[in-house]
T-cell receptor, first 115, second 118 residues
Framework: DAKTTQPPSMDCAEGRAANLPCNHS???????VYWYRQIHSQGPQYIIH???NNETNEMASLIITEDRKSSTLILPHATLRDTAVYYC????????????????FGTGTQLKVEL | GAGVSQSPSNKVTEKGKDVELRCDPI?????LYWYRQSLGQGLEFLIY????????KSGLPSDRFSAERTGGSVSTLTIQRTQQEDSAVYLC????????????????FGPGTRLTVL
């Protein structure tokens, strides 16, 4: 799976949009971009994923550049409860053999939402 | 209550004892994963079950670790003769995998079991 690069930390004012970038310059054509977050002492929470097109759900929007080498997760109106570590993961479709189906979390971005 | 559940939420044990951790995946999910996360560290893959196929055990750190998944649903992770370095949060995730679809699956995580070995 392709390696991702994220800033170690970001701050955001409550009510503002939080834009979290991710670089994945070695992504291949059949690999998806996934975002998870982990709030302190909880299990990782799925947020959104996409392949080529931008995606939006009730939690966030995912903007993927045309060359697919980077993406941005957007939390449109950040709240204090969005304070967490956000992980960008690039991953292909599952293959049965080997550990290829596992998720590999990097160090992520620590987002701190403040009043 | 359609999410992944795990029990117990916390487990404190003495070095050398055996422990069993349980995971109830989302109903209908074909794949089940175990990970562990040591304090301040990232997720470490342990084992993966897919349907009725033999599990991928490539992440198990030693032969003291084993897991089974009965009836394609509930899974138990067993750690024998626990050591202090086994202290971590053990996370279970499940997903609906359709291997022929070519589509990525989304893994949903449980809340984890915090294991402390004294």
């Amino acid at each position: 799976d392709a390696k991702t690069t994220q800033p170690p930390s970001m701050d955001c004012a409550e009510g503002r949009a939080a834009n979290l970038p991710c670089n994945h310059s070695t992504i291949s054509g059949n690999e998806y971009v996934y975002w998870y977050r982990q709030i302190h002492s909880q299990g990782p929470q799925y947020i959104i994923h996409g392949l080529k097109n931008n995606e939006t759900n009730e939690m966030a929007s995912l903007i993927i550049t045309e060359d697919r080498k980077s993406s941005t997760l957007i939390l449109p109106h950040a709240t204090l409860r969005d304070t967490a570590v956000y992980y960008c993961i690039v991953r292909g479709a599952p293959r049965f053999t080997g550990g290829g189906n596992k998720l590999t979390f990097g160090t992520g971005t620590q987002l701190k939402v403040e009043l | 209550g359609a999410g992944v559940s795990q029990s117990p939420s916390n487990k404190v044990t003495e070095k050398g004892k055996d422990v069993e951790l349980r995971c109830d995946p989302i109903s209908g999910h074909t794949a089940l994963y175990w990970y562990r996360q040591s304090l301040g560290q990232g997720l470490e893959f342990l084992i993966y079950f897919q349907g009725n196929s033999a599990p991928d055990k490539s992440g198990l750190p030693s032969d003291r670790f084993s897991a089974e998944r009965t009836g394609g649903s509930v899974s138990t992770l067993t750690i024998q003769r626990t050591q202090q370095e086994d202290s971590a949060v053990y996370l279970c995730a499940s997903s609906l995998v359709v291997l022929t679809s070519g589509r990525a699956d989304t893994q949903y995580f449980g809340p984890g079991t915090r294991l402390t070995v004294l």
